[in-house]
């Protein structure tokens, strides 16, 4: 992702801890664990955490924070130009992304894991989970639905489409972080309990 040139961890920042523990679906010890406490620009202290089994595929993320607790609160961002699409979000893993001109919503399931990734990541996740459907999917109706999701998240990704970015966080913990010297339209206001 391209965010990675300019959230790359100082030399002040410790090294990840890794280590080989027990997966929990297939049972074998071939679980790389990674984790890391980390100082993200303009939000605080985090933990992240990833896993990987070698042996069944498995696979987990997730992100902590360890700054004082927040409030719920929804972020909103413009998507106006192609350098929006490189605004840092941080996704815990009990928060919504809406982006409703674009006809696309991710809402936390169970096994919801934290990211933190661009706009553009977010984009590339969704026409992904779209694809996927799409290749399953036999009513012609349904169908033409994930076609044209499809074509509008792709002129998105280009930057030739507008649309809002909406993330819902209940706890919190996640944040939009605009890449420094990059004016970008965000608003940050608190979420009311039953939104």
Known sequence: MKWTTWLSLPSEQPSPKQYVATCPACQSKSLVVTELCYKLPNFGDVYLLSASCSTCGFKHTDILELSPHQEPSRYT??????????????????????????????????????????????LHKAKEIVEFLLSSEVDEERKRRCLDILKRLDKAIDGEEHFTFIIEDPSGLSVVVPKEGVPTKIIKEPLASGD
């Not at 815990?92 to 990734?117: F, H, K, N, R």
């Open 77 to 122: 961002v413009k998507v106006e130009s192609p350098r929006d699409l490189n605004v840092l979000v941080v996704r815990s893993s009990s928060a919504s992304v809406v982006m409703p001109e674009l006809g696309v919503t991710i809402t936390p399931g169970p096994y919801a894991q934290g990211v933190i990734t661009t706009i553009e990541g977010f």
